[in-house]
Each structure stands twice: as C-alpha cells, then as structure tokens.
C-alpha cells in the first residue's frame, strides 16, 4: 500500500509543475489509510528528492502528511 500511495502523492507533485502559482504544502490521509502507513513504517512525511532522486540539484521541501477525517483515501492542499 504503502509504494502505491507514494506513487499517487508524486503524481500529484509533478503535476502541480504545470502551474507556476501553486505549490503542494500537505497531503491528508483517512483515518484507515493512516492506520495502514502506521503499520508499514511510514514517517509521514513525502519528500520528492528522496522519491525521485536528486532532480538537476533542486532541493524539494518535506511534505507532511496528516491523518484527517475524511471521506477520501487522500487530499492533496495546494498553496
């Protein structure tokens, strides 16, 4: 679960590289998928060097993901 959710925050980061005015700054994830990522050691947080490799030197932020009562699996806040 945990490769296939990885897979799903990056696809969302790179799309955002369309759009110059907004960035992702947290991803929220249900309460389900949470207890899940917990198990499967995950320290929530998502890191695009660290997924992508270093990408021509740019140095990404770490994007924390927080547990949230939601109806979705995730949500992805853009700013």
Not at 46 to 57: E, K, L, M, S, V
């Amino acid at each position: 679960m945990l490769r296939h959710f990885l897979a799903q925050i990056n696809e969302k980061w790179l799309e955002q590289s369309d759009d110059e005015w907004s960035y992702m700054t947290e991803v929220s994830v249900c309460k389900e998928l949470g207890e899940i990522l917990k198990k499967e050691g995950f320290d929530f947080e998502f890191n695009p060097n660290d997924y992508n490799g270093d990408i021509g030197g740019n140095k990404y932020f770490n994007i924390p993901v927080v547990i949230a009562d939601i109806d979705e699996m995730f949500s992805v806040l853009y700013e």
